[in-house]
């Protein structure tokens, strides 16, 4: 089983996350936020978890969903923010399941939208489901979030 492939997952999503929660503003973006503290090696250097999640932050911006000014040693991505790609994407539409149709249209967009589809799979733990909402994420089309989440 590839776990770091989940950890990749959960820290892209934890990370895109909070700059949209930020948005537009500039923020520090700081690994421990997202996975804890975690202990150094023994010669200092920062624990390959913590290097996994800073990658994934990296890589993040390699792609084009997120833009930053520099690094903070290997603590944090400074002055970062969504790039116009990540946050089309993280407020693109997808189909969920719990669309209460008394609730108020604002609501239901809201709720339909994958950065709340993947902080409430983050928050209830639900790996799979974490699994193909960022797999969707980094999808260009919509056909393929439906597609994806179908099945």
Do not use: N
């Amino acid at each position: 089983m590839d776990l770091q492939i989940d950890d990749f997952y959960k820290d892209a999503a934890a990370g895109l996350l909070m700059l949209y929660q930020a948005f537009p503003r500039k923020v520090a973006l700081y690994v421990e936020d997202l996975i804890g503290q975690e202990e150094p090696d023994e010669f200092g250097l920062p624990s390959k978890r913590h290097q996994s999640c800073l990658g994934a932050l990296l890589w993040l911006a390699d792609e084009g969903y997120v833009r930053y000014e520099t690094t903070i040693q290997f603590l944090a991505l400074d002055q970062a923010v969504l790039t116009e790609k990540g946050f089309i994407r993280l407020t693109r539409s997808v189909p969920h399941l719990s669309a209460d149709a008394d609730l108020p249209p604002s609501v239901r967009r809201m709720q339909g939208t994958l950065a709340y589809q993947l902080r409430d799979a983050l928050k209830s733990g639900h790996g799979e489901r974490l699994a193909r909402l960022a797999r969707s994420l980094f999808e260009s089309g919509s056909a393929t979030v439906d597609s994806h989440l179908q099945h």
